[in-house]
């Protein structure tokens, strides 16, 4: 049995998010998203209203869990004795913070960090680009997949 941490921050989970967790899923037996608290990026919701929205998402979908974490993201893989970190790049600047990250979990432990390339129309989507938009009062529900739930 195959499974996977897909590990991020998710504020708000977006559908460029959703896309890497969905193609995660024709590749793994499971996968657990996993909300990490970061301390560098405060958050837009709570740490739970994220969980919760991920959960509603995929309900009914037996292979995925969702749960948040604090601490190393390789200690998160182990409880859920997962062997590989999944991780998306949409550009260059992403390969550069992923290569460090990847590169970090590899010299502390054996979990593989899998790397899923963004689609190309939705390589621009980012919680940064949606919490502008609703910062500023416009409708980002597009780039959400739960239309009904921010
Ligand atoms: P983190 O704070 O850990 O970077 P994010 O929530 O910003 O968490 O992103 C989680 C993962 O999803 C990262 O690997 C990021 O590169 C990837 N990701 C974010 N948006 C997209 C997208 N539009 N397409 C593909 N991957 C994405």
């Given amino acids: 049995m195959r499974t996977a941490i897909f590990p991020g921050s998710f504020d708000p989970f977006t559908i460029g998010h959703q896309d890497i ?3 995660a899923l024709r590749i793994f037996d499971s996968l657990v998203i996993g909300v990490g608290f970061n301390i560098n990026k405060p958050g ?3 740490v739970k209203q994220r969980v919760d929205q991920i ?8 292979k995925v869990k969702v749960e ?4 190393l993201t390789v200690d998160f893989a182990k409880r859920h004795e997962a062997g590989f970190i999944v991780r998306g790049l949409r550009e260059v600047k992403d390969f550069e913070y992923e290569r460090n990250l990847a590169d970090t979990n590899s010299a502390i432990s054996d979990i593989e960090t899998v790397f899923l390339i963004a689609r190309p129309e939705l390589g621009f989507v980012s919680s940064s680009m949606v919490r502008e938009l ?7 529900s597009k780039f959400l997949p739960l239309k009904d739930k921010i």
């Fill in 21 to 23: 967790a969905d193609r």
């Fill in 44 to 46: 837009m919701e709570t």
């Fill in 55 to 62: 959960k509603a998402l995929y309900a009914g979908n037996s």
């Fill in 68 to 71: 948040s974490y604090t601490g």
């Fill in 134 to 140: 609703i910062a500023n009062k416009h409708d980002a």
